[in-house]
Protein backbone atom coordinates (compact mmCIF):
# COMPACT_ATOMS: atom_id res chain seq x y z
CA UNK A 1 0.00 0.00 0.00
CA UNK A 2 3.05 2.53 0.80
CA UNK A 3 4.15 1.95 -3.21
CA UNK A 4 0.68 2.55 -4.41
CA UNK A 5 0.15 5.53 -2.18
CA UNK A 6 3.08 7.36 -3.49
CA UNK A 7 2.11 6.07 -7.14
CA UNK A 8 -1.21 7.30 -6.81
CA UNK A 9 0.07 10.79 -5.66
CA UNK A 10 2.42 10.57 -8.79
CA UNK A 11 0.26 9.81 -11.26
CA UNK A 12 -2.04 12.85 -10.07
CA UNK A 13 0.49 15.49 -9.56
CA UNK A 14 1.61 14.89 -13.34
CA UNK A 15 -1.61 14.96 -14.43
CA UNK A 16 -1.72 18.32 -13.06
CA UNK A 17 1.10 19.56 -15.20
CA UNK A 18 -0.10 22.59 -16.52
CA UNK A 19 1.86 22.48 -19.98
CA UNK A 20 -0.70 20.47 -22.29
CA UNK A 21 -3.59 22.87 -20.51
CA UNK A 22 -2.15 25.88 -21.05
CA UNK A 23 -0.84 25.21 -24.30
CA UNK A 24 -4.59 24.30 -24.96
CA UNK A 25 -6.12 27.68 -23.87
CA UNK A 26 -3.63 29.60 -26.03
CA UNK A 27 -4.62 27.29 -29.17
CA UNK A 28 -8.77 29.17 -28.62
CA UNK A 29 -6.98 32.49 -28.04
CA UNK A 30 -8.14 34.96 -30.29
CA UNK A 31 -5.30 36.29 -32.70
CA UNK A 32 -3.25 39.63 -30.60
CA UNK A 33 -2.31 42.37 -32.55
CA UNK A 34 0.32 44.67 -31.92
CA UNK A 35 3.33 42.96 -29.86
CA UNK A 36 2.69 40.53 -27.81
CA UNK A 37 4.01 40.48 -23.71
CA UNK A 38 4.16 37.40 -21.75
CA UNK A 39 4.74 37.76 -17.94
CA UNK A 40 4.71 33.56 -16.07
CA UNK A 41 4.35 34.12 -12.42
CA UNK A 42 4.37 31.63 -10.16
CA UNK A 43 5.33 27.66 -9.04
CA UNK A 44 4.10 26.53 -12.46
CA UNK A 45 5.68 29.53 -14.35
CA UNK A 46 8.28 27.25 -16.17
CA UNK A 47 6.15 24.83 -17.68
CA UNK A 48 3.82 27.45 -18.63
CA UNK A 49 5.68 29.63 -20.50
CA UNK A 50 6.99 26.76 -22.22
CA UNK A 51 3.54 25.85 -23.30
CA UNK A 52 3.84 29.86 -24.71
CA UNK A 53 7.57 29.61 -26.03
CA UNK A 54 6.03 26.80 -27.99
CA UNK A 55 3.03 28.38 -29.17
CA UNK A 56 4.15 31.21 -30.19
CA UNK A 57 8.13 31.66 -30.89
CA UNK A 58 9.36 34.62 -32.06
CA UNK A 59 6.06 36.55 -32.09
CA UNK A 60 6.58 36.97 -28.47
CA UNK A 61 8.09 40.78 -27.95
CA UNK A 62 9.00 40.43 -23.95
CA UNK A 63 8.73 37.60 -22.17
CA UNK A 64 9.53 37.46 -18.03
CA UNK A 65 9.01 33.93 -16.03
CA UNK A 66 9.46 34.65 -12.25
CA UNK A 67 9.11 31.21 -9.88
CA UNK A 68 10.52 29.93 -7.31
CA UNK A 69 14.32 28.81 -6.36
CA UNK A 70 15.01 25.64 -7.99
CA UNK A 71 11.37 25.39 -9.96
CA UNK A 72 13.15 26.99 -12.93
CA UNK A 73 14.99 23.59 -13.44
CA UNK A 74 17.75 25.15 -16.12
CA UNK A 75 15.16 26.74 -18.26
CA UNK A 76 16.26 29.32 -20.71
CA UNK A 77 14.73 30.63 -23.59
CA UNK A 78 15.48 33.75 -26.33
CA UNK A 79 12.37 34.95 -25.77
CA UNK A 80 11.76 35.35 -21.70
CA UNK A 81 13.98 36.76 -18.85
CA UNK A 82 13.90 34.42 -15.83
CA UNK A 83 14.06 35.44 -12.03
CA UNK A 84 13.72 33.13 -9.54
CA UNK A 85 12.45 34.49 -6.02
CA UNK A 86 11.44 33.59 -2.34
CA UNK A 87 8.45 31.31 -1.35
CA UNK A 88 6.07 31.50 1.00
CA UNK A 89 7.90 35.23 2.18
CA UNK A 90 8.81 37.70 -0.11
CA UNK A 91 12.76 38.52 -0.40
CA UNK A 92 14.74 41.35 -2.81
CA UNK A 93 14.29 39.02 -5.93
CA UNK A 94 10.57 39.32 -5.88
CA UNK A 95 10.58 42.91 -5.82
CA UNK A 96 13.26 43.35 -8.45
CA UNK A 97 10.86 40.76 -10.58
CA UNK A 98 8.22 43.08 -10.08
CA UNK A 99 9.89 46.14 -10.24
CA UNK A 100 11.51 44.45 -14.04
CA UNK A 101 7.65 43.98 -15.04
CA UNK A 102 6.74 47.44 -14.01
CA UNK A 103 9.15 48.95 -16.38
CA UNK A 104 8.48 46.64 -19.40
CA UNK A 105 4.74 47.57 -18.82
CA UNK A 106 5.47 51.01 -19.05
CA UNK A 107 6.35 50.65 -22.72
CA UNK A 108 3.13 48.78 -23.50
CA UNK A 109 0.97 50.89 -26.03
CA UNK A 110 -2.78 50.41 -27.18
CA UNK A 111 -2.72 48.13 -29.67
CA UNK A 112 0.14 45.79 -27.77
CA UNK A 113 -1.41 42.81 -25.86
CA UNK A 114 -0.07 41.32 -22.60
CA UNK A 115 -0.41 37.31 -22.04
CA UNK A 116 -0.30 36.88 -17.86
CA UNK A 117 0.40 33.33 -16.63
CA UNK A 118 -0.24 33.02 -13.25
CA UNK A 119 0.08 30.12 -10.91
CA UNK A 120 0.03 29.57 -7.08
CA UNK A 121 3.08 30.98 -5.36
CA UNK A 122 2.38 34.53 -7.06
CA UNK A 123 1.61 36.11 -4.30
CA UNK A 124 5.19 36.07 -2.62
CA UNK A 125 7.13 35.99 -5.65
CA UNK A 126 5.98 39.16 -6.99
CA UNK A 127 5.67 41.82 -5.16
CA UNK A 128 6.21 45.68 -4.80
CA UNK A 129 4.93 47.44 -1.39
CA UNK A 130 3.52 50.11 -0.14
CA UNK A 131 5.25 49.63 3.01
CA UNK A 132 8.80 49.11 3.96
CA UNK A 133 10.47 45.69 2.99
CA UNK A 134 11.04 44.72 6.43
CA UNK A 135 6.92 45.41 7.92
CA UNK A 136 5.56 43.80 4.96
CA UNK A 137 8.17 40.66 5.53
CA UNK A 138 6.77 40.69 9.70
CA UNK A 139 2.90 41.00 8.27
CA UNK A 140 3.37 37.85 6.48
CA UNK A 141 5.45 35.79 9.10
CA UNK A 142 2.92 36.46 11.58
CA UNK A 143 -0.28 35.80 9.14
CA UNK A 144 2.07 32.24 8.17
CA UNK A 145 2.17 31.65 12.07
CA UNK A 146 -1.14 32.78 13.44
CA UNK A 147 -2.66 30.37 11.00
CA UNK A 148 -4.62 32.41 8.52
CA UNK A 149 -6.47 30.99 5.97
CA UNK A 150 -4.70 32.33 2.81
CA UNK A 151 -8.24 33.92 1.69
CA UNK A 152 -7.77 36.45 4.91
CA UNK A 153 -3.86 36.64 3.89
CA UNK A 154 -3.87 37.12 0.25
CA UNK A 155 -6.85 40.49 1.13
CA UNK A 156 -4.17 41.57 3.51
CA UNK A 157 -1.43 41.52 0.85
CA UNK A 158 -3.61 42.79 -1.76
CA UNK A 159 -4.23 46.06 0.64
CA UNK A 160 -0.73 46.78 1.53
CA UNK A 161 0.81 46.10 -2.51
CA UNK A 162 1.46 47.89 -4.92
CA UNK A 163 0.90 45.19 -7.64
CA UNK A 164 -1.82 42.81 -6.27
CA UNK A 165 -5.49 43.55 -6.69
CA UNK A 166 -5.38 44.95 -10.26
CA UNK A 167 -2.87 47.09 -10.06
CA UNK A 168 -0.57 44.93 -12.15
CA UNK A 169 -3.24 45.22 -14.96
CA UNK A 170 -3.64 48.93 -14.51
CA UNK A 171 -0.07 49.09 -14.96
CA UNK A 172 -0.19 47.59 -18.37
CA UNK A 173 -3.14 49.70 -19.51
CA UNK A 174 -3.45 50.61 -22.21
CA UNK A 175 -2.18 47.67 -23.63
CA UNK A 176 -5.01 44.51 -23.37
CA UNK A 177 -4.12 41.81 -20.51
CA UNK A 178 -5.35 38.25 -21.00
CA UNK A 179 -5.07 35.90 -18.07
CA UNK A 180 -4.31 32.22 -17.89
CA UNK A 181 -4.52 30.85 -14.69
CA UNK A 182 -3.66 27.45 -12.67
CA UNK A 183 -5.37 27.53 -9.67
CA UNK A 184 -4.47 26.52 -6.26
CA UNK A 185 -7.45 28.35 -4.74
CA UNK A 186 -10.30 26.07 -3.57
CA UNK A 187 -12.80 28.59 -4.70
CA UNK A 188 -10.95 29.64 -8.09
CA UNK A 189 -11.75 33.10 -6.81
CA UNK A 190 -9.40 35.06 -8.95
CA UNK A 191 -8.67 37.71 -6.59
CA UNK A 192 -7.21 35.23 -4.31
CA UNK A 193 -4.88 33.29 -7.20
CA UNK A 194 -1.25 35.26 -7.02
CA UNK A 195 -3.60 37.61 -5.13
CA UNK A 196 -5.10 38.77 -8.12
CA UNK A 197 -3.05 40.53 -10.12
CA UNK A 198 -5.05 41.61 -12.97
CA UNK A 199 -8.24 41.44 -11.26
CA UNK A 200 -9.97 44.56 -9.65
CA UNK A 201 -9.64 43.80 -5.66
CA UNK A 202 -13.22 43.51 -4.05
CA UNK A 203 -12.53 43.28 -0.62
CA UNK A 204 -14.24 45.60 1.91
CA UNK A 205 -12.81 47.51 4.36
CA UNK A 206 -14.77 45.58 7.16
CA UNK A 207 -13.61 42.52 5.68
CA UNK A 208 -10.44 43.22 5.79
CA UNK A 209 -10.80 45.16 9.32
CA UNK A 210 -12.19 41.55 10.34
CA UNK A 211 -9.26 39.74 8.99
CA UNK A 212 -6.67 42.26 10.89
CA UNK A 213 -8.34 42.12 14.14
CA UNK A 214 -8.31 38.35 14.57
CA UNK A 215 -4.33 38.09 12.71
CA UNK A 216 -3.10 41.39 12.87
CA UNK A 217 -3.73 43.67 15.83
CA UNK A 218 -0.47 45.34 15.65
CA UNK A 219 -1.54 46.72 12.38
CA UNK A 220 -4.65 46.97 12.38
CA UNK A 221 -4.59 51.28 11.76
CA UNK A 222 -1.79 51.13 8.89
CA UNK A 223 -3.25 48.27 7.14
CA UNK A 224 -7.15 49.71 7.07
CA UNK A 225 -5.27 53.33 6.05
CA UNK A 226 -3.98 51.76 2.51
CA UNK A 227 -6.96 49.46 1.89
CA UNK A 228 -8.91 53.05 1.92
CA UNK A 229 -6.45 54.43 -0.77
CA UNK A 230 -8.29 54.47 -4.32
CA UNK A 231 -7.17 53.55 -7.71
CA UNK A 232 -9.14 53.97 -11.08
CA UNK A 233 -8.50 50.81 -11.69
CA UNK A 234 -8.44 50.99 -15.27
CA UNK A 235 -8.20 47.79 -17.20
CA UNK A 236 -7.55 46.51 -20.74
CA UNK A 237 -9.51 42.98 -20.32
CA UNK A 238 -9.02 40.82 -22.21
CA UNK A 239 -10.54 37.93 -20.32
CA UNK A 240 -9.47 35.36 -17.86
CA UNK A 241 -9.47 31.29 -17.99
CA UNK A 242 -8.50 28.91 -15.51
CA UNK A 243 -6.90 25.94 -16.95
CA UNK A 244 -6.52 23.56 -13.77
CA UNK A 245 -7.37 23.39 -10.16
CA UNK A 246 -7.80 21.18 -6.92
CA UNK A 247 -10.43 18.82 -9.15
CA UNK A 248 -7.28 17.95 -11.85
CA UNK A 249 -5.71 16.92 -9.00
CA UNK A 250 -7.91 14.34 -7.47
CA UNK A 251 -9.94 13.66 -10.42
CA UNK A 252 -6.16 11.69 -11.35
CA UNK A 253 -5.75 10.43 -7.91
CA UNK A 254 -8.99 9.26 -8.11
CA UNK A 255 -8.70 7.17 -11.56
CA UNK A 256 -5.24 6.13 -10.38
CA UNK A 257 -6.58 4.75 -7.10
CA UNK A 258 -9.43 2.92 -9.04
CA UNK A 259 -6.38 1.30 -12.20
CA UNK A 260 -4.47 -0.10 -8.62
CA UNK A 261 -8.06 -2.05 -7.48
CA UNK A 262 -9.15 0.08 -5.28
CA UNK A 263 -13.09 1.09 -4.47
CA UNK A 264 -12.60 4.69 -4.10
CA UNK A 265 -14.41 7.19 -1.92
CA UNK A 266 -13.82 11.44 -2.90
CA UNK A 267 -13.89 12.61 0.89
CA UNK A 268 -13.53 16.13 0.11
CA UNK A 269 -12.06 18.48 -2.39
CA UNK A 270 -11.78 21.81 0.27
CA UNK A 271 -10.37 20.04 3.22
CA UNK A 272 -9.01 23.04 5.17
CA UNK A 273 -8.51 24.03 9.11
CA UNK A 274 -6.00 23.26 11.32
CA UNK A 275 -3.60 20.24 9.33
CA UNK A 276 -3.26 17.97 12.19
CA UNK A 277 -7.07 18.18 13.30
CA UNK A 278 -8.17 17.17 9.85
CA UNK A 279 -5.81 14.69 9.77
CA UNK A 280 -7.30 13.19 12.95
CA UNK A 281 -10.94 13.42 11.64
CA UNK A 282 -10.34 12.12 8.13
CA UNK A 283 -8.94 8.74 9.91
CA UNK A 284 -11.66 8.14 12.37
CA UNK A 285 -14.34 8.51 9.26
CA UNK A 286 -12.74 5.71 7.53
CA UNK A 287 -14.96 2.60 7.65
CA UNK A 288 -13.14 -0.44 8.68
CA UNK A 289 -14.14 -2.34 5.51
CA UNK A 290 -13.30 -5.27 4.23
CA UNK A 291 -10.97 -5.44 0.57
CA UNK A 292 -8.91 -2.36 -0.91
CA UNK A 293 -10.57 0.84 -0.59
CA UNK A 294 -8.82 4.27 -1.60
CA UNK A 295 -10.34 7.71 0.17
CA UNK A 296 -9.30 10.74 -1.65
CA UNK A 297 -9.16 14.43 -0.36
CA UNK A 298 -8.04 17.51 -1.36
CA UNK A 299 -7.27 21.15 -0.36
CA UNK A 300 -5.02 23.51 1.84
CA UNK A 301 -5.08 22.98 5.76
CA UNK A 302 -3.40 25.51 7.95
CA UNK A 303 -0.69 25.17 10.59
CA UNK A 304 -1.00 27.75 14.25
CA UNK A 305 2.92 27.57 15.29
CA UNK A 306 3.38 26.98 18.52
CA UNK A 307 6.74 25.47 18.69
CA UNK A 308 10.02 26.44 16.82
CA UNK A 309 10.30 22.88 14.98
CA UNK A 310 10.66 22.77 10.88
CA UNK A 311 7.93 21.27 8.67
CA UNK A 312 5.04 22.24 6.74
CA UNK A 313 1.20 21.29 6.70
CA UNK A 314 1.41 18.11 4.80
CA UNK A 315 3.83 16.93 7.19
CA UNK A 316 2.13 18.14 10.10
CA UNK A 317 -0.62 15.98 8.64
CA UNK A 318 0.76 12.79 8.21
CA UNK A 319 2.80 13.01 11.58
CA UNK A 320 -0.53 13.77 13.51
CA UNK A 321 -1.67 10.36 11.50
CA UNK A 322 1.29 8.55 12.49
CA UNK A 323 0.27 8.89 16.21
CA UNK A 324 -3.53 8.08 15.39
CA UNK A 325 -2.27 4.90 13.51
CA UNK A 326 0.20 3.98 16.02
CA UNK A 327 -0.10 -0.15 16.39
CA UNK A 328 -2.71 -0.01 13.28
CA UNK A 329 -2.78 -2.27 10.26
CA UNK A 330 -4.10 -2.43 6.91
CA UNK A 331 -4.38 1.63 6.42
CA UNK A 332 -1.20 3.94 5.19
CA UNK A 333 -2.14 7.92 4.96
CA UNK A 334 0.01 10.32 2.75
CA UNK A 335 -0.40 14.08 1.98
CA UNK A 336 1.22 16.25 0.13
CA UNK A 337 1.87 19.56 -1.97
CA UNK A 338 1.00 19.25 -5.71
CA UNK A 339 4.32 22.09 -5.73
CA UNK A 340 6.82 19.56 -4.38
CA UNK A 341 7.73 21.57 -1.22
CA UNK A 342 5.90 21.78 2.40
CA UNK A 343 6.77 23.92 4.10
CA UNK A 344 10.19 26.30 4.49
CA UNK A 345 11.05 22.50 3.35
CA UNK A 346 12.30 20.04 0.59
CA UNK A 347 9.92 17.77 1.16
CA UNK A 348 6.61 18.02 -0.27
CA UNK A 349 4.84 16.00 2.34
CA UNK A 350 4.42 13.08 4.81
CA UNK A 351 3.10 9.55 4.74
CA UNK A 352 2.38 7.05 7.64
CA UNK A 353 1.52 3.71 8.88
CA UNK A 354 1.07 1.74 12.10
CA UNK A 355 4.89 1.28 12.24
CA UNK A 356 5.46 5.09 11.69
CA UNK A 357 4.99 6.15 15.46
CA UNK A 358 7.31 3.14 16.62
CA UNK A 359 10.29 4.32 13.89
CA UNK A 360 10.31 7.69 14.84
CA UNK A 361 10.05 6.88 18.89
CA UNK A 362 13.02 4.46 17.68
CA UNK A 363 14.71 6.94 15.77
CA UNK A 364 14.97 9.10 19.13
CA UNK A 365 11.67 11.32 19.01
CA UNK A 366 8.80 11.41 20.31
CA UNK A 367 5.98 11.73 18.03
CA UNK A 368 3.25 13.83 20.36
CA UNK A 369 6.61 15.83 21.53
CA UNK A 370 7.22 16.90 17.99
CA UNK A 371 4.03 17.37 17.00
CA UNK A 372 3.71 19.64 19.80
CA UNK A 373 6.95 21.40 18.81
CA UNK A 374 5.83 22.08 15.19
CA UNK A 375 8.90 19.55 14.28
CA UNK A 376 7.25 17.21 11.49
CA UNK A 377 10.01 17.13 9.37
CA UNK A 378 12.66 15.87 11.89
CA UNK A 379 10.10 12.93 13.05
CA UNK A 380 9.33 11.70 9.39
CA UNK A 381 12.74 11.73 8.68
CA UNK A 382 13.21 9.51 11.83
CA UNK A 383 10.84 7.71 10.40
CA UNK A 384 11.41 7.39 6.67
CA UNK A 385 8.30 8.84 6.18
CA UNK A 386 9.12 12.34 4.15
CA UNK A 387 7.81 12.29 0.86
CA UNK A 388 10.53 14.00 -1.77
CA UNK A 389 9.73 14.85 -5.17
CA UNK A 390 11.68 18.13 -5.76
CA UNK A 391 9.93 20.68 -7.19
CA UNK A 392 7.31 19.72 -9.60
CA UNK A 393 6.22 22.18 -12.14
CA UNK A 394 2.81 22.36 -11.13
CA UNK A 395 0.58 23.71 -8.18
CA UNK A 396 -2.99 23.25 -7.68
CA UNK A 397 -3.16 22.41 -3.80
CA UNK A 398 -2.48 19.52 -1.56
CA UNK A 399 -3.53 16.03 -1.96
CA UNK A 400 -3.97 13.78 0.72
CA UNK A 401 -4.85 9.71 0.04
CA UNK A 402 -5.78 7.05 2.71
CA UNK A 403 -5.80 3.26 1.38
CA UNK A 404 -7.07 0.12 3.25
CA UNK A 405 -6.86 -3.17 3.00
CA UNK A 406 -8.43 -5.20 5.99
Same mark, same amino acid.
Given at each position: ??????????? +? *??????? @?? !?? &?? #???? %? $??????????????????????????????????????????????????????????????????????????????????????????????????? +? *??????? @?? !?? &?? #???? %? $??????????????????????????????????????????????????????????????????????????????????????????????????????????????????????????????????????????????????????????????????????????????????????????????????????????????????????????????????????????????????????????????????
Amino acid at each position: MRKDILDIIDY +A *VKKADPY @DS !TL &KA #LKKL %A $PHSGRLFVFSIGKAAVPMAKAAADFYGDKIFRGLVVTKYGHSKGFSSPFFKVIEAAHPLSDGNSLRAAQVALRIAAKTEKDDTCLVLLSGGGSALFEKC +A *VLPDIQL @DI !TK &KL #LARG %A $PIDDINAVRRSISLVKGGKFSEALYPAKVITVALSDVLSNDKSVIASGLTVPDSTTPETLAASTEKYLPEYKEIIFLLCKRKYAQTINDGGYFIIGDINTLCSAAEEKAAMLGYEVTSLSRSLCGEAREEAVRLIAEIPQAKGKHAYIAGGETTVTLKGNGLGGRNQEMALAAAIALKGKKGIVFASAGSDGTDGPTDAAGGIADGESFFRIKKGGLDPLSALNNNDSYHALELGGDLLVTGPTGTNVNDLTVILTDY
